[in-house]
């Protein structure tokens, strides 16, 4: 094959390359992108359930609540799905939507402060600030009829919270920074140069990560502070969030306090892809 020949070859694979990592990057960005709340009630517009959106003031900031139910039974269990990051309160929309769920419980999903169109990429500065926006949102609401669900970073602050929940489900929680893997991608937010190009939400999700590392250090000891039974679903294949974070949290827990689902080939989408499997195990906290 002649050099120019080879040359040709080699602009057309980096076109190439190119072009499927701006499309990819196009997809990723208007998935985790923060919704309106027009846009929100309009991907419920066909379903019995509709949201009702509400806004919350902490600090100089305001907390974006969806609840699925104008008014709170108090005879019923509530739900509360906390999402990581990047994420927003729609990681859950078939959550969110299904009938099952919402005929057995109240629903409630907020947006955390830097995922949310007020306060894009302002993050909070703190594990301990978001489990006051936590607690804001669940301020009058019966502990004990609560189970709570987080993903991802979620689950790290639902694992944070002192507070004695009926049950606490965590999907694939970070726990120990030491575990936390550091991608090449987070250079272009840790380089000034580039930084300006990464989209508002990458950099909050990259500041957070960062974070993790020493942050989770300080919260070694305080996992356990809470007395709610504690269910955690986890991939072992995952590789944003590593199996390891269950096994290590599996081995502070007493073996009545933690039960520990293993996915043998579930990755960190698992919140998408095992949604039958998690809702089965909501329903099941909901009879308990």
Do not use: C
């Amino acid at each position: 094959m002649k050099i120019k020949q080879i040359k040709k070859m080699i602009k057309i694979i980096g076109y190439s390359l190119l072009t499927l990592i701006v499309v990819l990057s196009v997809l990723v960005i208007n998935f985790t992108k923060p919704k309106t709340d027009k846009k929100i009630k309009k991907e419920f517009k066909k379903e019995i359930y509709q949201p009702s959106i509400r806004y919350l003031d902490y600090k100089d900031k305001v907390v974006r609540t969806i609840h699925m139910q104008n008014s709170l039974d108090t005879t019923l269990n509530t739900l509360v799905f906390v999402h990581g990051s990047p994420g927003s309160s729609m990681d859950f929309k078939a959550y969110l939507k299904d009938m099952d769920l919402n005929e057995k419980a109240n629903i409630i999903a907020f947006d955390r402060i830097g995922y949310d169109i007020e306060n894009k990429g302002k993050i909070l500065n703190s594990l301990n600030e978001e489990i006051e926006v936590l607690d804001l949102v669940l301020k009058g609401l019966d502990p004990q009829k609560i189970i709570i669900i987080g993903y991802s970073y979620g689950g790290t602050l639902v694992m944070a919270s002192p507070i004695n929940y009926k049950r606490k489900i965590v999907l694939a929680a970070a726990v120990r920074g030491d575990l936390e893997p550091m991608f090449w991608a987070m250079k272009l937010y840790e380089w000034k140069i580039t930084r300006p190009i990464v989209p508002k939400v990458f950099r909050a999700a990259s500041k957070e990560k960062l974070r993790h590392a020493t942050e989770l250090e300080d919260f070694a000891d305080q996992w356990t502070f809470s007395d709610s039974p504690v269910l955690s679903i986890h991939g072992k294949k995952d590789k944003i969030v590593p199996f390891d974070n269950s096994v290590f949290l599996e081995e502070l827990f007493d073996e009545n306090k933690f039960t520990l689902l293993p996915l043998e080939k579930g990755n960190h989408a698992l919140v998408w892809t095992n949604f039958e499997l998690i809702k089965k195990e909501i329903l099941k906290s909901l009879e308990d």
